[in-house]
């Protein structure tokens, strides 16, 4: 847990979850309406996984992403980006010189809002010993190093696993899997998170918790709005023709 001084915006872009790729090109268009003023948010937090596998270290996968790395870098000269890491997009903050990243280790993060406090995190950041033992390995500078000896074999075989998966479905355990799992835990008025893609609010004890679309299925993402209305959060769907 990172008890950080930021402090969310209203009006800021919420975005989790886009898994970018050659074949889910939608986030490039989004970040041009962003870059052009078509799109004005005030702040922009990424969730994670806003890439299906950017890996900093790994010299194959800022190139295959290189054109909406530059647009992402372009658009944080001009506006506060934050970027919490995600299990798809990890030690990015080389790729990133003006951006704040979070990584895992450091998440959840603590922020305010107006009177309101938040927590955000991607949401992988709590799995069991396994997983935790995993997220060390994988993020490993020496291990990186090692993979980029045999980058394009390892992502071919990573694409073609990560095109079979369905990241739209919903999971009929999710909201007793999110009341065990949260229950007592954090104080605050909301904690959002990415990661399961289920576009859920579930109400707790003393907070409510939110768990963001999949800006991959539909192209939803979402815009904060006054802590006097009755959801923080706005739900939008991004298209080129608007």
């Known amino acids: 847990m990172y008890h950080s001084d930021i402090s969310i915006k209203e009006g800021a872009f919420l975005i989790s ?13 989004f970040f041009k309406a ?14 994670g996984d806003i890439f299906d596998a950017l890996f900093g270290g790994v010299e194959k ?3 295959k992403n290189q054109e909406l790395l530059s647009l992402i870098n372009s658009v944080s000269l001009k506006l506060e980006i934050i970027y919490l890491e995600g299990n798809h997009d990890f030690n990015l903050q080389s790729l990133f010189p003006n951006i704040q ?11 305010s809002y107006e009177d309101k406090s938040i927590y955000l995190a991607h949401g992988d950041y709590d799995g069991d010993i396994g997983y935790k033992i995993y997220t060390k390995i994988i ?23 990560l095109n ?26 909301y ?10 609010i579930i109400k707790l004890n003393n907070y409510k918790y939110i768990n963001l679309a999949a800006f991959a299925c539909n192209q939803r993402y979402f815009i904060v709005k006054s802590s006097k209305d009755k959801e923080l959060l ?9």
């Not at 962003?34 to 969730?47: D, E, F, N």
């Not at 079979?164 to 104080?187: H, P, S, V």
């Open 191 to 200: 904690f959002i998170e990415g990661h399961f893609h289920q576009n859920k």
């Open 17 to 29: 979850d886009a898994h970018y790729s050659t074949k889910r090109p939608e986030l490039l268009e």
């Open 34 to 47: 962003i870059s052009s003023k078509h799109l004005q948010p005030t702040q922009i937090i990424l969730m």
């Open 101 to 111: 990243v979070f990584k895992i280790n450091q998440q959840p993060i603590k922020c």
């Open 139 to 161: 993020r490993n500078s020496l291990l990186l190093k090692f993979l980029n000896l045999f980058d394009e074999y390892i992502l071919n075989k990573l694409d073609k696993y």
């Open 61 to 63: 996968t800022s190139q």
């Open 234 to 242: 706005e739900e939008n769907i991004f298209s080129k023709e608007t």
């Open 164 to 189: 079979m998966k369905n990241d739209c479905k919903e999971l009929d355990w999710f909201e007793g899997f999110i009341q065990k799992r949260m229950a007592n835990r954090y104080e605050c008025d």
